[in-house]
């Protein structure tokens, strides 16, 4: 579990979609993955999307066994139920697996990434939808995960 909270915030990926990716959708040369049926404003199915990988969520990914075709092999409504009852046994209130999507997505920006850079991770299709989750700020760029114990390191 904690490589798949760690992978949805370094990665921007939502439950279901992390429960879906696979070893074959992987493109090690330029560290991306196929995320199928992303979900897309239209509500259509078949919306299979190229995503980048950040350095930490390439790393998470790495040391994942190669036990199914899936690299998350997990029931996406498990992953939720197990998150809030972390959640719930931490004491931590209104917080949602889908925020980490959100924190993900501002980091990014508050590392100095610029929006297209960003949307080639989130696999947002404009910046009127990638919008809603950032809060840019005039202060320079850093990185508040540098340092972090629980930040993956890239092995290669």
């Given at each position: ?49 190229v995503?980048y ?43 949602r ?60």
């Amino acid at each position: 579990m904690a490589d798949i909270i760690l992978f949805a915030l370094f990665s921007t990926r939502r439950q279901d979609e992390i429960c879906r990716i696979e070893w074959a959708s992987l493109d090690s040369r330029n560290r991306s993955v196929v995320v199928p049926n992303m979900k897309n404003p239209m509500g259509t199915a078949g919306n299979n999307r190229v995503v980048y990988l950040t350095d930490e969520a390439w790393s998470i990914i790495q040391r994942q066994p190669k036990c199914d075709e899936r690299i998350f092999p997990y029931n996406s409504k498990s992953v939720g139920t197990r998150f809030h009852a972390y959640c719930q046994f931490l004491g931590i209130k209104d917080l949602r697996f889908h925020d980490l999507r959100h924190e993900c997505i501002s980091w990014l920006f508050e590392c100095g990434w610029d929006i297209p850079r960003v949307a080639s991770v989130s696999g947002h299709q404009s910046w009127s939808m990638l919008q809603r989750y950032t809060h840019i700020s005039r202060q320079e760029p850093h990185d508040k995960y540098r340092g972090w114990s629980w930040r993956p390191v890239s092995t290669e």
